[in-house]
């Protein structure tokens, strides 16, 4: 079964001449077809965990498990390929390119992930993920015409749209009001089963877990609880 393992994972940063840890020990196991909430007060360690499990920063000690092999051994090249090609990312802004049409910004991603072969006919692939987000009349819109809802279903879709193994998302609704939040969380969770991805949500929103699979809580950079 396709899994993504953090094993004993420690991470120091230097606050001026002291070295402070902010990751003491985390072991963080993310399963196929479900979504991982991972909570916690600010300040806890959260968004550090999610950035070293998809490798956007290095940690002090420990491994990652990807598909067999530590990620930690691996080489730059190598861990930017597995990024670009088996992961996606939804971030609390949608961070969409201001001069690319809704179109445009899914075209771009499918460059980036270098998904080529037969199978895939590039407009076609568009289309369906448009219709996974529910998005399709808005297909030729600028993010400026864009609303905070639509931008964010706009960031799933590019999160998506290179069928990730894995989909990280730090506070994806904390921009929205309840109601878009609660379509955002929902849309995520479907996505993740039918997808069968492997989903991690750092979210801060009580009312959020209802669209997720299993809560992982975390204090002063230690998980304390798992259910
Ligand atoms: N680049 C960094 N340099 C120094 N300290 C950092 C850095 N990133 C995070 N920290 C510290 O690590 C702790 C955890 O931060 P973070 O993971 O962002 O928490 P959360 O997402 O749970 O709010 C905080 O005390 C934060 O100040
Ligand atoms: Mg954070």
Do not use: C, W
């Amino acid at each position: 079964m396709s899994q993504l393992q953090l094993e004993q994972v420690r991470k120091s940063f230097m606050n001026g001449e002291v070295e402070e840890e902010v990751l003491k020990g985390v072991n963080l196991t993310l399963n196929k077809g479900e979504v991982t909430a991972l909570i916690g007060s600010s300040g806890s360690g959260k968004s550090t965990i999610l950035s070293i499990a998809a490798s956007l920063q290095p940690l002090s000690k420990g491994r990652i498990i990807f598909d067999h092999q530590n990620l930690v051994e691996l080489k730059p090249e190598q861990i930017r390929k597995i990024r670009a090609q088996q992961y996606g990312f939804v971030f609390q802004q949608s961070h969409l390119v201001p001069f690319l049409t809704v179109e445009e910004q899914l075209s771009l991603m499918l460059d980036i992930a270098e998904v080529k072969g037969s199978k895939y006919d590039k407009q076609n692939e568009i289309k369906n993920v448009l219709e996974k987000v529910e998005m399709t009349h808005r297909q030729s819109a600028y993010p400026a015409s864009l609303s905070g809802g639509e931008k964010q279903r706009i960031a799933v879709a590019r999160a998506i749209i290179h069928r990730p193994k894995v989909l990280f998302a730090d506070e994806p609704t904390a921009s929205l009001d309840s109601k878009k939040s609660n379509d955002i969380m929902q849309l995520i969770q479907e996505l993740t089963h039918s997808l069968e991805m492997m989903t991690l949500i750092v979210t801060h929103e009580e009312e959020m877990l209802e669209y997720t699979d299993r809560v992982v809580k975390m204090s002063d950079g230690e998980i304390i609880m798992v259910n």
